[in-house]
C-alpha cells in the first residue's frame, strides 16, 4: 500500500467520522406550557388550487385551542375562493402596499396591518394537512421570552408519481437542518410568531419575496431563538411530475442561496465530499471488505431518512443514495438563478447579509 493511499484512505476515514457525527448530531427542544391567554390569529395566504385544497383547510381550521382565522386572496375571481367560502373561513382581499414583495408577503403583511390586535401570528400554507393538536403544538414555544419563531417542517406524502417519491426524501434534509440549532430556519409553511418580533421591522419584511428568510433574519437580527416543533409537522400531499419537481426543488435551493450565500459553498463542498467518500468505499470494498465501515454515515443517513419519513418504502433508500448527485445538480442552477417563478408570478431574488 503506497503512501499515497494511506493518506487517502486517512482522510477518507475522517470524512466518514465526521458525517456519522452530522448524522447522530440531534438537538431537542425542551418542553413548553401552551398559554390560553394568547389572542392567535392564524393566517392562510391562498392562490389557485393546491392538491385536496378544501381537506387541507378544514384540518387547518379544526384545531383544538381557541384562534381566529383568516385566508387572504389576491382577487375576487381566484380559484380558492370557493373552497374558502364553503368552508366558511372569514378572508380578504391582498392590497398592502409594497413594490418588491412576493405575493404571499403582501398577503400576510395585508392580514397583519388589518388584524394588528393579535398577540400571535401563525401562517399557514394552503396546500398542508394538519391534526388537531397542530395548533397548539406550534405557538407553545413562544411562552419563552427567548423564542423569536416556532416552526416545523413538513413531510411530503408522495401521490402515485416517482419524482413524488423523490421529493418525500428530499424533505428529509430540511427536517435534519432543523434539529439543529445552528442551521434551523422558519419554514414559512407553518410558523408562529409574536407580534412583537415583527412591529419594528414590517418595512423590511413587506419588501421582501421569501417570508421565510425574511422573518427568519428578524429572528437573528434580535438574537432570538427558533423553536423547532417535530410534533406539528404537517403533511403535504405531492402528486408532482419532473417538470414540478425540478422546479421546486431548483426553487428552494434558489431561495436558500439567496437567504445566505454560504449556503452555495458549503452545499458544494459538502455533497462532492459526500460523493466521493460513497464512491471510494464502494471501490475499496471490492478490493477489501475492511473498508466497509467507509459506509457507515450512509447507514446511519437511511436510519435517519426513514425515521423522518412518515411512510417507509425500500425505494426510498434507493433514492437517499442519488440524493447528493440531486442536490449538486440543484445547487449548480440554482446558483445561477436571477428570478423564481412561484404561483405563476415572477421574482427576482435579492440577496441578504451573511451572518
Known amino acids: 500500500m503506497t503512501l499515497f493511499l ?3 484512505i486517512f482522510i ?12 447522530l448530531h440531534k438537538e431537542i427542544d425542551e418542553r413548553c406550557e401552551y398559554r390560553r391567554q394568547d389572542r392567535i390569529l ?3 395566504p391562498c392562490k389557485g388550487i393546491d392538491y385536496d385544497l378544501e381537506e387541507n383547510l378544514r384540518s387547518i381550521v379544526s384545531q383544538d385551542v381557541n384562534a381566529d382565522y383568516l385566508a387572504v386572496l389576491d382577487d375576487p375571481s381566484d380559484p380558492a375562493m370557493p373552497a374558502v367560502k364553503k368552508i366558511g373561513i372569514p378572508h380578504i382581499l391582498s392590497n398592502y402596499a409594497c413594490n418588491t414583495c412576493s405575493g404571499k408577503v403582501r398577503a400576510i403583511s395585508t392580514a397583519i396591518a388589518s388584524r394588528p390586535d393579535y398577540d400571535i ?3 399557514a400554507d394552503s396546500d398542508i394537512r394538519v391534526d388537531r393538536e397542530w395548533l397548539r403544538n406550534l405557538v407553545c414555544p413562544l411562552s419563552d421570552p427567548k423564542v423569536g419563531i416556532s416552526t416545523t417542517f413538513p413531510y411530503f406524502y408522495p401521490v402515485g408519481s416517482f419524482p413524488s417519491k423523490i421529493k418525500a426524501v428530499w424533505g428529509t434534509v430540511g427536517q435534519s437542518l432543523m434539529e439543529s440549532r445552528l442551521t434551523r430556519f422558519g419554514w414559512g409553511g407553518s410558523l408562529a410568531f409574536r407580534r412583537t418580533l415583527i412591529d419594528s421591522a414590517m418595512p423590511f419584511f413587506s419588501g421582501n419575496v421569501s417570508d421565510d428568510s425574511a ?3 428578524i429572528c437573528k437580527s434580535k438574537g432570538l431563538r427558533i423553536a423547532y416543533v417535530r410534533e406539528a409537522r404537517p403533511a403535504i400531499y405531492c402528486p408532482d411530475t419532473w417538470p414540478q419537481f425540478w422546479e421546486w426543488a431548483n426553487r428552494q435551493t434558489a431561495l436558500s442561496i439567496s437567504a445566505s450565500p454560504k449556503v452555495f459553498r458549503y452545499g458544494i463542498i ?6 466521493i467518500l460513497f464512491i471510494s468505499a464502494i471501490i475499496l470494498s471490492v478490493t477489501n471488505p475492511v473498508f466497509l465501515y467507509l459506509l457507515i454515515p450512509k447507514i446511519i443517513g437511511i436510519y435517519r ?4 419519513t412518515v411512510i417507509r418504502r425500500i425505494s426510498f433508500a434507493a433514492i437517499f443514495l442519488m440524493l447528493p448527485f440531486i442536490y449538486l445538480v440543484n445547487l449548480m442552477i440554482a446558483h445561477r438563478m436571477k428570478h423564481i417563478l412561484w404561483r405563476g408570478n415572477k421574482y427576482e431574488l435579492q440577496k441578504f447579509a451573511e451572518r
Request: glycine share 6%; aromatic share 20%; no cysteine.
Open 121 to 123: 401570528y401563525v401562517i
Open 215 to 217: 422573518l427568519t433574519a
Open 305 to 308: 431518512m426513514y425515521d423522518r
Open 6 to 8: 494511506i493518506i487517502f
Open 270 to 275: 459538502f455533497y462532492s465530499l459526500d460523493i
Open 12 to 23: 477518507l476515514t475522517l470524512i466518514a467520522a465526521g458525517f456519522s457525527y452530522i448524522g
Open 42 to 44: 392564524v393566517i392562510i
